[in-house]
């Protein structure tokens, strides 16, 4: 918080009070807690681990909320925890009108919120989720048999590694875009928020602003593939020189529908809106990796592409990148074990005695990886019905309610309609759908089922 009171200093905004006033009162809040809870922590068990992932990532959006109150926007208190909900959860929908002449203290504040948001997010994927079997492809268990026994022996170097990998890809992609034309405080802010997938920008436009600069839109597309990689690989070939981790299967997986979306819907546009073709797929590629990749960055409104463009950007919404990035969505991975569930389904009706193990790559997936994929992808879709229901019951139109609850869900920002759609925001709605869509982007970011288990008396009983 007092990174954002010093550019504001430096801007001559006022605002920077207001940071200042956060930055004590938080610092003051958590050193008391600090004092309070001294001695030895408790042990760590599956139940901690779970209580301790819910209550951390309530506790950062409570915390981010903090400085949109004390800001000179006036933010209510839905709309100041939304805002900090959508960046902490590198979502990137917002609900501030006027970003171009926000303080600049304040736009920075966003994109913090995303970098840290994002660097949380690879945490949660490679060490907690895999640690509570309920999601993610365990850096360990890819690393090598003998140190999953023992994962955390050696996390303080994977975790000043992540650290250090994640850091250096967002000065160099801000270097990029500072080369291509951005100016210097842009291209900070929009680094941080391409790496961490986020999609949060300082212009009211997003990326429109750069529709006619093709050189940023490549380098936006480039950054945002690589955060939708899994970090587990990055560490393994730059700390321990495995560059055998690049055949991964969800890779492959991610790189192919990336690839395909962007070459079937260039062709799309050059057929019937009649674009140039380099044009096209520069677009296409732009947009399908922003939506693809949840980043949620948009250089267009694609919902003015035809129908088949929009059809395969709203099922593009379901997919996320890799176990381990910074990506949400339902991720490569999961629908590598699901197609791999369904053949062994098919090949048991033919031969019901046969036993066929579940495979990932050269390895075989385990009980609790197949029923984790399974009750995951079953909770989304109850979840994403429920929440579509909630919206609609606060009075918004079916598009709004059906595309706003997935995009929140799988943390991609934009839904589709005149009200949030890629050239619109979420200022516009009530504030109970706000409160709604705040659960569902947490809920979504989480991985649904380390929220859900919390709430079942089993969690609680003895």
Not at 33 to 49: E, K
Request: glycine content about 10%.
């Amino acid at each position: 918080m007092l990174i954002p009171a010093v550019v504001d200093l430096y801007y001559g905004n006022n605002d920077w009070r207001a940071f200042g006033f956060s930055a004590l009162f938080m610092g003051g809040l958590a050193m008391a807690v600090a004092l309070a809870t001294q001695g030895h922590p408790p042990q760590a068990t599956t139940r901690f681990g779970f209580l301790l992932v819910n209550l951390l990532w309530l506790t950062l959006a409570i915390a981010g909320a903090v400085p949109f109150l004390a800001s000179s926007l006036d933010m209510s208190v839905t709309d100041a925890f939304y805002e900090s909900v959508s960046g902490i959860t590198t979502t990137g929908s917002t609900v501030i009108n006027g970003l171009d002449q926000a303080p600049p203290g304040l736009l920075l504040w966003r994109s913090l919120l995303n970098f840290m948001g994002g660097l949380g997010v690879i945490a949660l994927g490679l060490f907690l989720l895999p640690f509570l079997k309920i999601g993610g492809v365990s850096y360990f268990k890819i690393e090598s048999s003998d140190i999953e026994d023992r994962p955390f022996e050696r996390f303080q170097t994977f975790a000043v590694s992540l650290i250090g990998i994640y850091t250096t890809l967002v000065m160099l992609c801000a270097v990029c875009y500072a080369a291509a034309g951005m100016t210097g405080f842009d291209a900070i802010n929009h680094a941080m928020s391409t790496l961490a997938t986020g999609g949060i920008s300082t212009h009211d436009t997003s990326f429109a602003r750069y529709a006619n600069t093709p050189s940023v839109l490549w380098i936006a597309s480039l950054f945002m593939f690589i955060g939708g990689l899994p970090f587990s690989i990055m560490i393994l070939i730059l700390v321990r020189g495995r560059t055998d981790a690049l055949r991964d299967p969800q890779i492959r997986v991610f790189a192919g529908y990336c690839i395909a979306f962007s070459i079937l819907v260039a062709i799309y546009l050059r057929i019937n809106l009649g674009m140039p073709f380099f044009s096209a797929l520069t677009h296409s590629t732009f947009n399908f990796i922003s939506i693809i990749t949840t980043t949620g960055f948009a250089s267009d409104d694609y919902t003015r592409w035809g129908p088949f463009a929009v059809a395969c950007m709203f099922v593009a919404t379901f997919l996320g990148g890799c176990s381990g990035s910074t990506t949400g969505g339902i991720k490569a991975y999961r629908f590598l074990v699901l197609f791999e569930l369904m053949g062994n389904g098919l090949r048991r009706l033919i031969y019901p005695n046969t036993v066929q193990p579940v495979r990932y790559g050269d390895r075989t997936i385990d009980d609790d990886m197949q029923r984790s994929v399974v009750l995951f992808i079953s909770a989304f879709f109850v979840l994403w019905a429920i929440t579509t229901i909630l919206l609609s019951a606060t009075g918004l139109d079916l598009t709004t309610s059906m595309t706003g609850s997935l995009a929140a869900l799988t943390n991609v920002g934009p839904g589709m309609g005149e009200i949030i759609g890629p050239v619109g925001n979420y200022a516009a709605l009530p504030d109970a759908s706000k409160w709604i869509l705040s659960a569902a982007m947490l809920l979504g970011r989480l991985e649904i089922l380390a929220v859900f288990v919390v709430f079942t008396p089993t969690f609680w009983g003895r």
